[in-house]
């Protein structure tokens, strides 16, 4: 059982360049999200996706963009790499929140560290 | 908006001692929340959750009760191991759209 699978762990981009980090989940869950992780700033959301087809803006969507073909897939693209972007970026899935209390339990991949020079 | 706000770290503990991480949350309405742990290298993984006022979460010898009239949820743990050691991330469900609302996160070294 793999859970949240991103790709790659580790990446360096020289500024200007693009690159996609993939992930991927064998949950079925409907719910995926990216986020962000800088050091002492906790996570914030980059994109979410509550099903195929359908992708939103999260906090932090300035440079990045997504899609959501299958529910398994959720890449996301850098196009123009600067230097803010570095960073280690975690991918999550979960299924709906619950409806009598909206709880949600998000399940993590590992995450990638994109370094960015 | 929402947000929440937990104490700054690093803690550092010697093995066997009383944790406290104080986490506070501002919110409309009730929303759900919980304790995630980071341990290093990996990703972050639920450690336990509430969903509603004086519910209490635990697990792993962690313990975290939900007080509404507080607006906190405070994460325990009455003899901390070794392996206890991670980064603790207090978090609150943030709406339909499922995502959650992440404090800064609390790093923790626990000293054999």
Redesign the interface.
């Known amino acids: 059982n793999a859970g949240v699978t991103q790709t790659p762990k580790f990446r360096i981009l020289k500024i200007g360049q693009s690159m996609t980090l993939q992930c991927t989940q064998d949950m079925n869950h409907n719910y995926m999200y990216w986020y962000r992780q800088d050091p002492g700033m906790g996570l914030k959301l980059i994109y979410y996706s509550v099903g195929a087809g359908i992708t939103d803006k999260g906090e932090v969507p300035n440079g990045y963009n997504v899609s959501r073909s299958t529910t398994e897939d959720f890449p996301l693209r850098l196009e123009l790499a600067a230097p803010s972007q570095t960073s280690v970026y975690f991918c999550a899935s979960s299924p709906p929140p619950a409806i009598d209390s909206g709880a949600n339990v998000l399940t993590f991949g590992a995450g990638s560290r994109l370094t960015v020079l | 908006g929402d947000s929440?706000t937990q104490m700054e770290g690093p803690v550092t503990l010697s093995e066997e001692a009383f944790l406290t991480i104080n986490c506070t949350y501002t919110a409309t309405g009730y929303?759900?929340l919980?304790w995630y742990v980071q341990y290093p290298?990996?990703?972050?993984?639920?450690l336990l959750?509430a969903?509603?006022a004086d519910d209490k979460g635990s697990n792993k010898g962690f313990e975290a009760t939900y007080r509404k009239e507080t607006t906190s949820f405070h994460l325990e743990k009455g003899s901390v191991q070794v392996s206890d050691s991670a980064v603790y991330?207090c978090a609150l469900?943030?709406?339909?759209?499922?995502?959650?609302i992440?404090?800064?996160?609390t790093k923790l070294s626990v000293k054999p």
């Open positions: 929440v929303p759900s919980f290298g990996e990703g972050l993984q639920l959750k969903t509603k991330f469900s943030g709406g339909s759209q499922g995502n959650l992440f404090g800064k996160g």
